[in-house]
């Protein structure tokens, strides 16, 4: 096939700060017509700054300082300004991860897919209309013609990027650069778009530049992928090579990171430490600190491509056949070494609950007019039910608006609950006072998603960790695996001693928040939240913001503080694999009702609500599953301020019945933990029902 | 005592507010965590430049705080001293040739013979128009005409001499002082200073020293014996109008902001923190404020002030504390009409930071509400503080100058740099133009609000701890130096993308 992109030795610096930062780093890569080709990397590897110096569109502070890029034989590099305009958007196009950002508030989409237009086709004036209404119908866009002079903010997430591709695609681009374009979108939407994007390749045999970290996306698209590492490429290989024999060992520890469901008896192998500053030279091999099959060697040579088997290329001094052989056994090895096994300890009773909810209602008002007369109400909660036991994880899932973060809120009496009963252990939370919750405060606490802006960036951080303790009194933090009890230590001493039950060194509390990565910030917030001996930790998306591999940590983390210190957890999230790994039981959401709530195995082995069995399917699975259906969800999530009539899924739901459109349908049970609200199965006498 | 030492009220509340700025740094001295921030400030080039210039603005403003009465000659019947009504200030003691070398009325700077012809009797009884000459102004020169220039020159550059002198005897102490402090040797400590290699830039602050000195080398040997900015229409030298403006213009800047930021702070973190009805209730008030025209609700509170002091005159000893009640009282009414804007921005910044995770962290500790403002979120908004005030500085030191020439500024008998572009606006229209006082005027105001502006940047860079100090310098140095450590084989303009490519 003939070579489309052939980026050769791209370096490309960043000047910021004292020394220029080598964000890429002698990048060398072919792309052939009609291929998807991943980039697959953490963050901070220089994916997004390959992407942006083939589009030549780098920041200011952006140089590219050696290196070719050629686009069918033209090096984009030589070209001038007024010559790049011409391949941007014509030759290669882009879209970007956040498609609530990159189009313009301001501007119907109609008329910006007209400026592509403009800029490269020159259409008369009614042409071009067309070719808009044929684009967006292209892409998905239902009732194009009305749909297409309506504003960006009319527009739902997934709606959004379909636009971006449409314009992308407007000027027929021979290659499509699309950086992270499902990270912002949920599951189902993300299946949607992967879809749209392999459908429009075939029809129009495109390249596409896929940059992404998510292996699960890699392995539904990608035809070839190279793994990037610290500024350069690690690793290059076939789909089927990749995910079959993963060769560098970076790779392989990826892959070993992941969360699943048969690693749920161990921890997961973690990758120390994070991505070297890349504004260091580097001696030996980049990845060497991090390695866990490091040689000698690997710290003072730099390390050559060695083939492994065809296409199958690795920088690592493993596979160079001069110096030794390693069997592929050795690596499992290593890797079970860093396994620590952790015993499932089983709780004896479950009878008695930690946090029972009951019929919580959160109902947002929505105000209008002068006087600000309540019109309508976001039912963001509307009647949700569960039960915690003490020890255990009850995982919350569904897709983002759906009011998973609600529930953890107001379970935290943050938001006020409209009505419905929150008791923990025997107390009921609604209700109570700003003084006599505090009493009981310290016993539940919450982690959120973003470990940026979850710490105060003016406080130290032995500051934020005091703050907490000395709020509700806290005078000492159980130690449940310490040894020395005896002497009565200061509030230092139990800061010490919390860090290093995150692990992290005592010494950080000196320092702020900002001087920390995500992964050791996400630490210093579940620190936080340890500081007060709490029962029962609601965690909102703690990993959906960090790298896989930090991921690993984290989900490590949490796993053996729970098996030590008894923790229940309230798991929030709509990562399925993290559900599986960690999860004791699994409720899942839809639209502020829960419609589907038992033990993992039943949900997640056994989906019957047609909304979880979408769910699971969406989820982009690295083991290619010859029986896998994908089950197309139709369209998007509907507005929990007018949720539609009957059952909330049925204008989605593949399996809709007549009767779904007039009632909600009652609890079905499967088993004595396993329910459902769908009428696609025997209701339950006497259920309750609820009312609209 | 030859003298009687007068406290004013704006007297009293500089020095609360210098009490409270050396005891906030006593603070920060002893708490390590505090210190390391400003010690950044500390490495900043153009604030450590622009604090150099400050603390000369600050000295001027202080000996003018500094307020008493000198004892007159003769004695009461009883025996008693009797002070003069005149309350003077430090400054005007150091400055006394300016005060009183007082000319019959404009003469340009530097001149020797007024700026207007006018008729003089000659001694046998004939009348001539012509420009005469001063009565202090180069009073001392024979022959105006031919000396005149020389003279200048002479004594500028003993000035400029003096003021080099005085700075190369800093520098030598400075030495000194740092060899002791690092046990250094003296030279090593000197080349240290010369090649930038120093923590502290001193060659910065060394350099806009030495500037600073020569000038006012220069201005005082001239200052004797010449109005080196002019004189007004009364004959009051420029120089002397511009040095006494400055403590005004620093009173109005900061004591306003001291009475304005109460309100801004409070009132705009509670309505952005608690929503609901107090914020409605706070919004009422403040668009209620910003919708009366300011100058209005100024005008009347300073004409209710007025008439209130001519109807009491026997609670004013002098004529200055009379208008330091009104300077006090025009910066109180300033600080109530300019506290809008400020509490606006901290509601709306209050608000976003209200939704963070760490605040609803806080709540979930159940921390309470003033620890929370205070702790979360007041330190979060100091940055739109600071900038704010200093903005408001300038733009307050200005509202003072229009609200002189409205007439409901300051007492008609202070200085003010108000005052002064007031009394020379309407010389702009004369000709020849009468340029110096306005152009003094401007000049003072220009180089403080710039010193302010630059320090409080270096301020709020180096106390925000997100931000890494970026060594300006050296970038600036470094970038045509790191293309020639990657060999460039035959595309120059593979550099930048951005730039213009050279070889198309």
């Known amino acids: ?692 | 005592m030859p003298f009687s030492p007068i406290i004013l009220w704006t007297d009293a509340l500089i020095y609360l507010f210098v009490a409270i700025v050396l005891s906030f740094i006593g603070y920060v001295r002893h708490h390590e965590h505090l210190l390391t921030p400003w010690k950044r400030v500390g490495h900043s080039a153009s604030g450590m430049s622009a604090l150099t210039i400050l603390i000369f603005f600050l000295v001027i403003g202080l000996l003018d705080t500094v307020h008493f009465r000198p004892v007159l000659d003769h004695k009461t019947n009883d025996g008693e001293k009797i002070y003069s009504v005149e309350v003077l200030s430090l400054l005007d003691i150091v400055v006394t040739p300016l005060r009183t070398h007082v000319e019959k009325t404009y003469s340009a700077p530097l001149a020797s013979h007024l700026y207007a012809k006018e008729t003089i009797e000659l001694p046998d009884g004939k009348q001539v128009r012509a420009f005469a000459r001063l009565e202090y102004g180069g009073a001392h020169l024979q022959n105006p005409e031919t000396e005149h220039i020389g003279d200048i020159v002479w004594r500028g550059a003993t000035g400029l001499a003096y003021g080099l002198l005085v700075w190369g005897i800093l520098v030598v102490c400075l030495c000194m002082l740092l060899a002791h402090r690092n046990q250094q040797s003296f030279q090593h400590n000197l080349s240290g200073i010369w090649r930038r290699t120093t923590e502290i830039p001193w060659y910065a602050i060394l350099i806009t020293l030495l500037i600073l000195l020569m000038l006012i080398g220069c201005v005082s040997t001239l200052a004797s014996h010449y109005h080196v900015l002019g004189t007004d229409k009364v004959g009051q030298d420029i120089l002397y109008q511009s040095l006494k403006s400055i403590r005004v213009a620093l009173v109005i800047g900061t004591l306003t902001t001291l009475i304005m930021l109460p309100f801004a702070l409070l009132l705009g973190i509670m309505a952005g923190y608690f929503s609901g009805w107090i914020d409605d209730v706070i919004q009422y008030i403040y668009t209620t404020l910003n919708s009366i025209p300011s100058v209005l609700l100024i005008a009347a509170a300073v004409l209710m002030m007025q008439v209130y002091i001519e109807t009491h005159p026997e609670i004013f000893e002098t004529i200055a504390s009379r208008a330091d009640l009104r300077l006090l009282f025009l910066c109180i009414i300033l600080g109530i009409t300019s506290w809008t804007g400020l509490c606006r921005l901290l509601r709306g910044e209050t608000m976003k930071l209200r939704e963070l995770e760490y605040i609803q962290a806080a709540h979930a500790f159940g921390v309470s509400h003033w620890r929370i403002i205070s702790r979360h979120i007041l330190p979060n908004v100091m940055h739109i503080v600071l900038i704010a005030t200093v903005m408001d500085f300038s733009g307050l030191v200005l509202a003072e100058a229009v609200l002189s020439y409205v007439g409901v500024g300051v007492d008609p008998s202070t200085i003010s740099f108000g005052t002064m572009i007031n009394a020379a606006r309407l010389e702009m229209a004369r000709e020849p133009m009468v340029w110096w006082a306005l152009m003094a005027a401007f000049g003072f105001m220009f180089t403080l609000v710039l010193s302010a502006n630059l320090f409080a940047d270096a301020v709020q860079n180096a106390l925000d701890p997100r931000t890494r100090i970026l060594k300006q310098r050296n970038s600036f140095f470094h970038r045509p130096a790191k293309q020639e450590t990657f060999p460039l084989n035959k595309t120059p303009e593979t550099t930048t993308p951005s730039a213009p490519s050279q070889h198309p």
Not at chain 1, 348 to 357: I, K, M, N, R, Y
Not at chain 1, 489 to 504: F, H, M, N, T, W
Request: net charge neutral; charged share 20%.
């Open chain 1, 1 to 692: 096939m003939k070579t489309l992109l052939d980026i050769e030795n791209l370096q490309t610096l960043l000047h910021t700060g004292d020394a220029p930062v080598r964000a890429v780093d002698g990048l060398t890569l072919k792309i052939s017509e009609g291929e998807t080709f991943a980039l697959l990397g953490e963050s901070g590897c220089g994916k997004s700054m390959t992407a942006l110096s083939i589009m030549r569109l780098l920041p200011d502070a952006g140089e590219i300082v050696a290196g070719q890029i050629k686009i069918d034989g033209t090096d984009v590099l030589q070209l001038p300004e007024t010559g790049m305009r011409k391949i941007r958007g014509k030759r290669i196009s882009m879209i970007f991860q956040e498609p609530m950002l990159s189009l313009n508030p301001v501007l119907t989409i109609a008329e910006q897919i007209d400026e592509v237009l403009k800029q490269h086709l020159n259409l008369p004036q009614q042409a071009a209309q067309l070719r808009i209404q044929e684009l967006l119908e292209q892409v998905g866009i239902p009732d194009a013609p009305r749909r297409m002079h309506e504003y960006p903010f009319q527009f739902s997430g997934g709606m959004k990027q379909r636009a971006m591709i449409a314009m992308a695609l407007a000027g027929e681009p021979e290659l499509l650069i699309a950086d992270e374009p499902t990270t912002a979108l949920d599951v189902t939407i993300q299946a949607q778009v992967l879809d749209l994007m392999r459908q429009i390749q075939q029809r129009k045999n495109m390249a596409i530049l896929l940059i992404t970290h998510d292996l699960g996306v890699v392995a539904e698209m990608a035809q070839r992928i190279a793994v990037m590492y610290a500024g350069e490429i690690v690793e290059l290989a076939t789909r089927d090579d990749f995910f079959n024999q993963p060769a560098h060992p970076y790779s392989q520890q990826l892959f070993a990171s992941l969360p699943g469901k048969q690693k749920r008896d161990q921890a997961l192998a973690v990758i120390n430490g994070n991505v070297p500053s890349l504004s260091q030279q580097f001696a030996g091999c980049r990845f060497v600190d991090r390695c866990n099959q490091a040689l000698a060697l690997c710290h003072d040579t730099i390390p050559q491509w060695h083939p492994v088997s065809g296409q199958h290329q690795v920088r690592c001094h493993l596979y160079n056949k001069d110096s030794m052989h390693v069997s592929s056994n050795l690596m499992t090895d290593s890797l079970i070494r860093n396994v620590v096994n952790i015993a499932q300890t089983a709780h004896a009773s479950t009878a008695s609950f930690l946090l029972q909810v009951t019929d919580l209602k959160v109902h947002f008002p929505i105000r209008k007019g002068l006087f600000k007369r309540v019109a309508g109400h976001v039912k963001a909660v509307d009647g949700v039910s569960l039960k915690i036991a003490a020890g255990k994880t009850l995982a919350l899932v569904g897709e983002s608006g759906c009011g998973k973060t609600t529930i953890g809120k107001s379970i935290l009496q943050l938001i006020q609950p409209t009505a419905g009963s929150v008791r923990f252990k025997d107390q009921e939370l609604v209700a109570l006072g700003r003084s006599q919750l505090r009493q009981i405060r310290s016993q539940f606490q919450i982690i959120f998603q973003d470990p940026y802006s979850s710490l105060n960036p003016r406080m130290r951080i032995i500051e934020i960790l005091q703050e907490g303790m000395s709020a509700l009194h806290v005078e000492r933090i159980d130690h449940m695996d310490a040894n020395n009890q005896s002497s009565a230590p200061s509030r230092e001493k139990e800061i010490d001693a919390l860090l290093q039950r995150v692990g992290l060194p005592a010494d950080v509390k000196w320092r702020f928040p900002h001087e920390f990565s995500g992964g050791q910030r996400q630490r210093i917030a579940i620190a936080r939240a340890l500081a007060v001996n709490p029962k029962l930790l609601i965690c909102d998306e703690p990993t959906s913001a960090l790298d896989v591999s930090v991921q690993a940590q984290i989900l490590n983390l949490l796993k053996s503080l729970q098996n030590n210190l008894g923790l229940a957890f309230l798991f929030i999230t709509h990562n399925i694999a993290v559900v599986e790994y960690l999860a004791d039981e699994v409720a899942v959401m839809y639209l502020g009702r829960i419609v589907e709530h038992g033990h993992i195995d039943e949900v997640i082995g056994r989906p019957k609500h047609p909304y979880t069995q979408a769910l699971l399917s969406s989820v982009p699975q690295i083991q290619p599953d010859p029986d896998r259906q994908i089950i197309h969800l139709k369209g998007d999530l509907p507005s929990p301020a007018a949720p539609p009539a009957g059952c909330h899924f049925h204008p989605r739901c593949p399996k809709a019945m007549a009767i779904c459109r007039e009632t909600y349908p009652p609890v079905s049970a499967f088993s004595t933990t396993h329910t459902a609200h769908c009428f696609l199965y025997p209701q339950e006498q006497g259920s309750e029902n609820y009312e609209h």
